[in-house]
């Protein structure tokens, strides 16, 4: 079982900055790539940044250049910077970990998990 746990959400004003942040905690052997989703109302949630487990990040057009995805596995962490936010970024975020598992006597696998998100509005 693993744990995401979330902060950093709030209000801002169009061209501010916030930053998010994630840990993973739980029975599992290390969290390989790790991301950050949203979902406005009415829209279908979609993809912001993901980074892998040596810091190859992909970014959605519609934050490039604005976001910045980052992480520290020691402390299973990840995190995105968003900056000159704008009001279409308004939206739940939410992170997500691919992590790896065992079952002791079977081999590892993986497993994708959420956590509970975290309103981010920005206002004109």
């Known amino acids: 079982q693993v744990q995401l746990v979330e902060s950093g959400g709030g209000l801002v004003q169009a061209g501010g900055s916030l930053t998010l942040s994630c840990a993973a905690s739980g029975s599992f052997i290390r969290a390989n790539t790790m991301g950050w989703y949203r979902q406005a109302p009415g829209k279908q949630r979609e993809l912001v940044a993901t980074?892998?487990?040596?810091?190859?990040?992909n970014y959605a057009d519609s934050v490039q250049g604005r976001f910045t995805i980052s992480r520290d596995n020691t402390k299973n962490m990840v995190y995105l910077q968003m900056n000159s936010l704008k009001p279409e970024d308004t939206a739940v975020y939410y992170c997500?970990?691919?992590?790896?598992?065992?079952?002791?006597?079977?081999?590892?696998?993986?497993?994708?998990?959420w956590g509970q998100g975290t309103q981010v509005t920005v206002s004109s």
């Open positions: 980074i892998t487990r040596g810091s190859r990040t």
């Open positions: 997500n970990a691919d992590t790896l598992l065992t079952g002791g006597g079977v081999p590892p696998y993986e497993h994708t998990y």
